[in-house]
């Protein structure tokens, strides 16, 4: 069967949001999540083996953090929303590769986070995903870490809600990508309040960032005793050197 607009609603048999479009060309079984649907929870879905889910609108709470290891895994979820509060690690751990996960808004209040990574709503450790339309709130630690090589973060908004200038100190970086996160593509994306947008750790390599906006970051100086002062976008391995980024 052809890629189609009504591929979604032929799967679960309800009318989606007109802009949730399949990125596949063959018709798949897509398990739903959701009040009335198969699984309460994006976890319970993905404990199932599911790998092709589309969450419906409302606001959810997972019982833990949500770990994605089945490589190609597709989630979609336009007017899904995540509330992980007071987490110490992420929302979302991305432990393997191709994985798509398009619509959905995450929101966390990570206590206790530090510039080693801990505390963010994605953390992406498998090669080749994508983000895309996703929306982050966060008030500490990051929105997106990870050391997985080409990553594509596209067309998402990164909102820090931190209320406090100790607080947002300890938002290093909407995305933080670290050594070994080669080829990434960052870009049409929008931040705002963070103490940076995009920071490239040493070793990263041959990445793009284009095509960003960004209101109202805080560049404050850096945690954990770093004199140097923030900016929107960083690569810090430059210092080294010619990264090809």
């Known amino acids: 069967t052809r890629k189609s607009q009504n591929a ?30 198969t699984y309460p929870t994006l976890s319970a879905a993905l404990a ?15 019982p833990e953090r949500v770990i994605i290891s089945a490589s190609g895994t597709q989630i979609y979820g336009y007017g899904a929303v995540f509330n992980q509060v007071n987490y110490s690690g992420e929302c979302f751990l991305l432990a393997a590769n191709r ?3 398009k619509g959905i808004k995450g929101k966390g209040n990570h206590i206790g986070c530090s510039d080693l990574g801990l505390g963010a709503i994605f953390q992406n450790f498998g090669d080749d995903n994508r983000l895309e339309d996703v929306e982050i709130e966060n008030s500490t630690g990051f929105g997106v870490f990870g050391s997985g090589r080409r990553v594509v973060i596209t067309k998402s908004r990164f909102v820090n809600v931190g209320t406090s200038e100790s607080e947002i100190k300890f938002a290093s970086a909407a995305i933080h990508l670290t050594g070994g996160a080669d080829g990434a593509r960052i870009e ?6 963070w103490n940076q947008a ?8 041959d990445c793009v ?5 960004c209101k109202d970051n805080l560049a404050y100086i850096g945690t954990l005793g770093d004199p140097v002062p923030r900016s929107n976008f960083e690569d810090y391995g430059a210092r080294f050197g010619n990264r090809g980024n």
């Open 209 to 213: 960032v284009t095509r960003n906006e």
């Open 188 to 193: 049409d994306n929008y931040f705002t309040g």
């Open 198 to 205: 995009v920071g490239l750790w040493n070793g990263v390599n």
């Open 99 to 101: 994985i798509l996960i």
């Open 48 to 62: 199932d083996g599911k790998k092709y889910i589309v969450v419906k609108e409302g606001e959810y709470t997972e």
């Open 8 to 37: 979604i609603t032929e799967a679960r048999g309800s009318t989606p949001p007109l802009n949730m479009i399949l990125d596949t060309d063959i018709f798949l079984p897509f398990a739903t999540v959701g009040a009335g649907a």
